[in-house]
């Protein structure tokens, strides 16, 4: 999930429906008892997801997992390609195509990238203790893909192909805005009918039916260096400068479920004895309307017109992630959906949004239904802390299983993308 953090606040529609009983749909005995025989098997998956080390930009991890999942998806009879990334110095992506007898064309997005360094899988290796599983990447989303895969395998097993066209797409570059993807899934969205994103559920059992969309902005001030004891005079100090700068964003709200500016990196000089002469900070910025956006940078411009170190320069440059899903009403009622599903196991799903950005704005900006946070409900993510609830897994695997078979009977039609 792309973001450094996540925020597990209901959204108001999630609010106004916490507490109330979904209508529950009658549970497919014959679907749970090969969800539950599918357990081992889908743990065990993830197990060796998590051991190996696919940090964005990590291309031999992210192969390491193309290697486990392709063989899996051909052995299904899924069409599998492999696709070069968009941008350089990033993994592949993988596409799976499984055709049916039916009309409905269902996109399953999943990704592969962690935003742990290499080595950290030989740190921290997969491991369960009591009812949570810890591992770098085990809910953010490696736990999605493992359902994804063992969900379609469930469709095989069941004879279910009720479907168009199942495509699921194992991307490997989401943690950092999908750059190596972007192309790939705005092609795959607008030939799809409806998005399942398999993003971890916040906790207690939630989907995630609206989510802000994120930019980074990089804040680069150009000064003069000077020996820092003989002439500090003659410098004229790029990080003093930047300490001006990032005063534009105190005054802009850090948390919440509104605009969130926070500061992420900063850097400046590498001599402690020589006055810096280039210092630049990374401000990552959150939004739930796209127009919030311009708000957020015309701050940042109007301080950087005003430095108050002299003949300093200040440059502020923007890099797009992705776009907000916002509450909307396809969302909502795939949501529904799902809610009547998981009733029937007697268990209440909860509707939320968050901060973390996620490939689900991209697929509704193209005109599916999208809907997301369908992997096993997790926590900590992005931290060490991170963890899977493992008495998720079972239910997820039965959520996404049946959804498959609703929608792949018949599947909400595409909308005009948004304009």
Known sequence: MAGWKRFAAASALGCALVGQVAAAAERDTRVWEAVKAARPAE???LKQMVDIDSGTGDAAGAKAIDDILAPRLQALGAQVRILPPEAPKLGNNLVAVIGGRGRSRILIICHVDTVFPAG???RRPYVEKGDKAFGPGVSDEKGGVAEAVTALGLLKQLGVNDYGRITLLAESSEETGS???????????????????MEPGDEPDALTVWRKGSATYTITVHGRAAHAGVDPQDGRNAAVELIHQLGAIEALPHE????????????????????PDLASASVNVRVREAGQMAGVQSALEARAKAPVVPDTRVEV??????PPLPTNPRTQALAEQARTIYAGLGRPLVLTGNGGASESALAHQAGAAALDGLGPVGGGFHSAREYLELGTVTPRLYLLTELLITLGASAPSRAAPPR
């Open 43 to 45: 743990l065990a998956l």
């Open 120 to 122: 950290e899988a030989g």
């Open 179 to 197: 750059p190596g993807a972007h192309a790939l899934i705005d092609g795959l969205s607008g030939e799809a009918d409806v998005e399942l994103n």
């Open 256 to 275: 919440g479920d509104g605009v969130t500016v926070n500061l992420t990196t900063l850097k400046a000089g590498d001599r402690v004895n020589v006055i």
């Open 317 to 322: 440059a923007s890099t797009p992630a992705f």
